[in-house]
Structures are given as C-alpha cells and as structure tokens.
C-alpha cells in the first residue's frame, strides 16, 4: 500500500492550493488530511468516508477547506482557498481499513500515511 501525496508550496495569504494524495495497493473506508507546524504536534484537517459523502473537518478550516475523492484515479484531494499564515505545516495524507464516525480525527484510526508535503503560506 502505498500513498503518494504531492501539491504543497509556496503561497501569500489568501491564496489556493490542492493538494492530491495518490492511493495504491488495495481500497479504504476512510480517507484523511493531517497537519504539523514546526514545534507543535501532528494535528486533524479533514476526513471522510471513501463510501459516502460524509466529511469532516477541524474548526480551523471549516468553511476554507475541502475534502474530495476522485474513485476512479484513487486519488484524494484537499482543496485549500483562502489560506492564512497559520496554515503552513507539513500536510500528510492518511488512509484507513475502516471509517470510524466518532473518532475520525484520530490519527491512530488510520492504517497507511503518505510522506507529507509543505504548505507555506507567506504574508
């Protein structure tokens, strides 16, 4: 199983970016987006569930950001608009066995990590 996740650079504040995470090697139930800034812990962005349109995401950037799936290239997607400086991190991309409503933003719940990408967001 393999995740590749790519998209991250560098951006001035209020500007986009996608992120992609290419998936391989067997199928999910749930998919993530998971962030660390430079001296703070890893922390939830967003989830979803691969077999439905349910989705989750952190209070930081609900409303900014969006989580998507495109089935037929297993391929995960954040797209990020309106970025703010406190979005620049190392964003990895995650995938799990099981989609679990209640804990998604653990990220113990997931089984297979990508290696990470930069986001930094300049003022």
């Known amino acids: 199983v393999q995740l590749q996740a790519s998209g991250g650079g560098l951006v001035q504040a209020g500007a986009s970016l996608r992120l992609s995470c290419a998936a391989s090697?067997?199928?999910?139930?749930?998919f993530g987006w998971f962030r660390q800034a430079p001296g703070k812990e890893r922390e939830f962005v967003a989830a979803?569930?691969?077999?439905?349109?349910?989705?989750n995401y952190a209070d930081s950037v609900k409303g900014r950001f969006t989580i998507s799936r495109d089935n037929a290239k297993s391929t995960m997607y954040l797209q990020m608009d309106s970025l703010k400086l406190e979005d620049t991190a190392v964003y990895y991309c995650?995938?799990?066995?099981?989609?679990?409503?209640?804990?998604?933003?653990?990220?113990?719940?997931?089984?297979?990590w990508g290696q990470g990408t930069q986001v930094t967001v300049s003022s």
């Open positions: 979803a569930n691969w077999r439905t349109s349910i989705r």
């Open positions: 090697g067997r199928t999910f139930s749930s």
């Open positions: 995650a995938a799990g066995k099981y989609y679990y409503s209640g804990t998604y933003y653990d990220a113990k719940n997931y089984d297979y």
